[in-house]
């Protein structure tokens, strides 16, 4: 992608993009699942539904449901790859009873086409994932689509997590909802980019793209020129540092996995003046969504929080599930993967 940016051919991020049609073509053609698949639309937004083989019309029990907010570093990637993830998921997962019911027994919705920067930065798929979530949560509309409106997750892996994040936090705010999901489910996601210097995001083997890209990929997704000095977290003032502190509190992270812990001294150091005026987006609640007061935070729903014992994002998850479960009675649950990379090496 960096040699074709070079010679003009087209940017690098267009080529990342457009590469996962690759995967499309190595997907098997037909998967054996208790699952249909079903393209449409709800309220202009292209959308995926898997609703059990198993559902037809006649059908008077209504099904518990996921919004499910596909990955993809907020510009690329579609629900084709959830297809892949899913079917990964079931192997691994250790409940197969879990599995086994979950496909027969709910009515999953992905976010297919939820816009992409850097066509549409900030905050355009973000508002497509509302728009499409406060339907189905509608108890009207959901009854219309044979959901139960108190049984609807939401989750999302990566990208899709932080937008999963977003939409919990809005929908437990908003006093005028309808409804509300009733849990949420954080894949190895990111939830504040107040902090990239956490010791997850700067151990080398951890990292599957360079440090520089992660740069470009916050730029294309804000629409704002940042630099390399938002890693060194120069994109905050001292005032930011001991507002939002707390809330990426190093000492939460396992003592094991702090090998390159260090002391944060920069917290003294006041930030690059234009990078913050840049890159202050970065710190807004709906890209942010865990640096928010307490009292949006004691409103969440039940969580659910996987993580990747080698992968970056992994002190996300744990930051999360400490900091949380030391301030509030919510329920949260967290599992951690070692496994996965070595299962998805050899599977066939």
Known sequence: DKISEILGFAPAWYIQRNSGYILKKLKPTEINVNLKIEDTTIEDIHVRIYPPLTLNDDNTERLSTIIFYHEGMFYMSSSDEFV??????????????????????????????????????FSAGLDDCIKATHYVLDRNNAEKLNIDSKRIAIAGDSAGGN????????????????????IQVLIYSTVRFFDLMVPSYVTPPLHIFHSERAVQVLELYINKSIHGDVLVNKHSSIEQKKQYRRFVDWSLIPNKYRKVYKEQIIDNMDGNPQLIENAKQLLHRDISPLLVDNEDLAKLPSTYILTVDHDRLRDEGFLSLTFLEGLFELDIAHEILDGIAYYLKNSP
């Not at 019911?101 to 086409?113: E, K, Q, V």
């Open 163 to 182: 937008l999963a994040a977003v939409v919990a936090i809005r929908f437990a705010k908003d006093a005028n909802s309808n409804n509300i999901p009733c």
């Open 84 to 121: 892949l993830i899913y079917f990964k998921f079931q192997f691994v997962c250790t409940n197969y009873h879990f599995t086994y019911a979950l496909s027969n027994n709910t009515w999953i919705g992905s976010s297919d086409r939820y816009r992409l920067a850097p066509e549409h930065p």
